[in-house]
């Protein structure tokens, strides 16, 4: 079992729609949660964290955190073409311990 | 603040040979970490300096080795190249609320 996995997609979705990206991790005790973006050819871009249990908002973005299930999902509303990218989950054991997991990431296509 | 920096950009090297590359973090970022990345296997962990000392590693083969100075700038060296590490490096300095990744080394090894 892959410590963090994501569907690899592609992910589609219209413009204005909500895409809704999942991921689930086998470390218990992990305790803070990333996603990134990553356009083609670019390097990933940070974009939220979550550490506690439920919903955290920015923007148009929304993450959502379940410890219990070992679930964290991101919520896209609004869906811009330029959201069109790999979006990676990533998963680090403990607070100050910087040896994140990534997952392989889920690409996500917008269409106009 | 200026972002995290990785040089040289680009390198192609040939079997054998080896390499050294450069990230300057976030200005006041102590923790560098290295990651490889490659359409097969994603991004993969190397390892993670913090205040010059090799605080985490990941699991590839001794060929990967890195440090970090006094000013926090790291350097990731790859002896033996393989075909295999062709790759695009990132580094990533750290602080509370995520990592910050660099443009990347793209590495060509033929």
């Known amino acids: 079992q892959k410590e963090v996995e994501q569907n690899s997609g592609p992910l589609s979705v219209p413009e204005g729609a909500i895409a809704s990206l999942n991921c689930t991790y086998s470390d218990r005790g992990s305790q803070s949660f990333f996603w990134y973006r990553q356009y083609s050819g670019k390097s990933p871009e940070l974009i939220m964290f979550i550490y506690s249990n439920g919903d955290k908002e920015d923007g148009r973005f929304t993450a959502q955190l379940n410890k219990a299930s070992q679930y964290v999902s991101l919520l896209i509303r609004d869906s811009q073409p330029s959201d069109s990218a790999t979006y990676l989950c990533a998963v680090n054991p403990g607070r100050n311990n910087n040896d994140m997991r990534f997952g392989a990431g889920t690409r996500l296509t917008v269409k106009p | 603040k200026a972002g995290v920096t990785q040089t040289p950009r680009y390198l192609i090297k040939t079997r054998g040979q080896q390499v050294t590359l450069s990230c300057s973090p976030i200005?006041?970022?102590?923790?560098v970490s290295w990651y490889q990345q490659t359409p097969g296997q994603g991004l993969q962990f190397l390892f993670e300096?913090?205040?010059?000392?090799?605080?985490n590693k990941g699991n590839f083969p001794g060929r990967f080795s890195g440090r970090q100075f006094s000013n926090s700038r790291s350097e990731m060296n790859v002896s033996t190249l393989e075909l295999g590490d062709s790759a695009l490096y990132l580094c990533?300095?750290?602080?509370?609320?995520?990592?910050?990744f660099g443009p990347g080394t793209r590495l060509t090894v033929l």
């Open positions: 200005s006041g970022h102590r923790s």
């Open positions: 300096y913090f205040s010059e000392t090799q605080r």
């Open positions: 990533a300095s750290s602080r509370e609320g995520g990592q910050f």
